[in-house]
């Protein structure tokens, strides 16, 4: 483990939400790329540029989610 201190959890779940996301989308968006031998190069450029766009708009976005998430569910018991 890194042992990254948990009151940064937050940061560490915006990267990897993102990056994860911004991976998928950039896959998709590169598919047809795939016939002409240029998806990995395509790809990578593409998740890149999304992933710094994304990082700070899940940073941003994330407790504003989540507070919604919280008033749109109940407990269950």
């Known amino acids: 483990m890194l042992g990254i201190p948990r009151r940064y959890a937050h940061f560490v779940f915006a990267v990897i939400q993102s ?3 911004s991976a998928i989308a950039a896959a998709i ?3 047809p790329m795939w016939s002409e031998g ?3 190069s ?3 450029k ?3 540029a999304a992933w710094f766009v994304m990082v700070p708009i899940v940073l941003t976005a994330a407790p504003a989610i989540r507070a919604v998430a919280i008033k749109l569910t109940r407990e269950t018991g």
């Open 19 to 21: 990056g994860m996301t």
């Open 29 to 31: 968006a590169s598919s």
């Open 38 to 40: 240029h998806f990995s």
């Open 42 to 44: 395509h790809w990578l």
């Open 46 to 48: 593409s998740w890149l």
